[in-house]
């Protein structure tokens, strides 16, 4: 990796983002934050973004594998490509599914330095394999066939190739991560008499909207909301018809 981290195609600002790939960020929160980079360098191509999420929603929402054995693949492949803000950015999805600290950490050191059970093992080493763009042998194989269905196979190895693209492609770019201690302070206000009922709100970001039944209108939930809900927050801003809805933070001073 080299020193020199000034991006060679810096991401793009949200505000500068089609409206489709800010609906996509806006409708996977549940991914938790540290996607902002990622997101903004794949906006300079909107056709490939689009369909590049489609995938990477397919392998985390409606895969096979299951969680934990996702993370362990893309953590191991991360590290073994040297791509830290892939590894760091799922760090808290891995804890998420189920892998402890100790774990997560052990996924960038020797496979030796760690007691891995068999399964885990049999995944890690095939990560490091298919990392390297080696053949895997058939007793591996045949380890990874008692644990895996045909479909989970097929994933794995797809899950594998698009973890590797991806740490391709930001390596190569310098995209920086996503700074781990900006947090910045956001604070909702709602104007009510100004609210028109439109609900787009509430459908990108409810956690922080809710939108009564009998008169129609927005309640605000939160006013200070946890900042893994700025991008949908600051969307639901943008597309509030009646500009009812200003948010104030550390970065923006007002945002009609």
């Known amino acids: 990796m080299t020193p020199t981290r000034t991006p060679r195609i810096p991401p793009l600002p949200p505000a500068e983002w089609p409206p489709v790939l800010r609906s996509l960020l806006a409708g996977s929160h549940q991914d938790g934050p540290g996607r902002e980079n990622l997101f903004g360098t794949l906006a300079?191509?909107?056709?490939?973004?689009?369909?590049?999420?489609?995938?990477?929603?397919?392998?985390?929402?409606?895969?096979t594998l299951g969680h934990r054995r996702r993370e362990l693949i893309v953590l191991r492949v991360a590290h073994r490509l040297d791509a830290p803000y892939v590894h760091r950015r799922h760090r808290t999805p891995a804890a998420d599914a189920g892998l402890t600290?100790?774990?997560?950490?052990?996924?960038?050191?020797?496979l030796d330095s760690h007691a891995w059970a068999g399964e885990d093992r049999a995944l890690l080493e095939t990560a490091d394999l298919l990392a390297a763009n080696s053949t895997?042998?058939?007793?591996?194989?045949d380890r990874l066939a008692l644990a895996l269905r045909p479909d989970q196979l097929v994933e794995l190895?797809?899950?594998?190739?698009?973890?590797?693209?991806?740490?391709?492609?930001?390596?190569?770019?310098?995209?920086?991560?996503?700074?781990a201690?900006?947090?910045p302070s956001l604070v909702?206000?709602?104007?009510?008499?100004?609210?028109?009922?439109?609900?787009?709100?509430v459908g990108v970001a409810p956690e922080v909207f809710e939108q009564d039944e009998e008169e129609g209108r927005v309640a605000l939930l939160v006013p200070e909301p946890d900042g893994r809900y700025a991008d949908e927050v600051r969307f639901a801003a943008d597309l509030c018809p009646s500009g009812a809805i200003t948010l104030v933070d550390h970065e923006e001073t007002a945002h009609p």
């Open 44 to 63: 300079h191509h909107p056709v490939l973004a689009h369909a590049w999420l489609s995938l990477a929603r397919v392998l985390t929402h409606e895969g």
């Open 101 to 110: 600290a100790g774990e997560i950490d052990a996924t960038a050191a020797d």
């Open 136 to 141: 895997i042998p058939e007793g591996l194989w």
């Open 157 to 179: 190895l797809v899950l594998a190739g698009q973890t590797a693209t991806m740490c391709t492609t930001l390596n190569t770019l310098r995209t920086p991560s996503d700074s």
């Open 181 to 183: 201690v900006r947090q």
């Open 188 to 201: 909702v206000l709602l104007d009510r008499e100004r609210c028109c009922s439109a609900g787009q709100c």
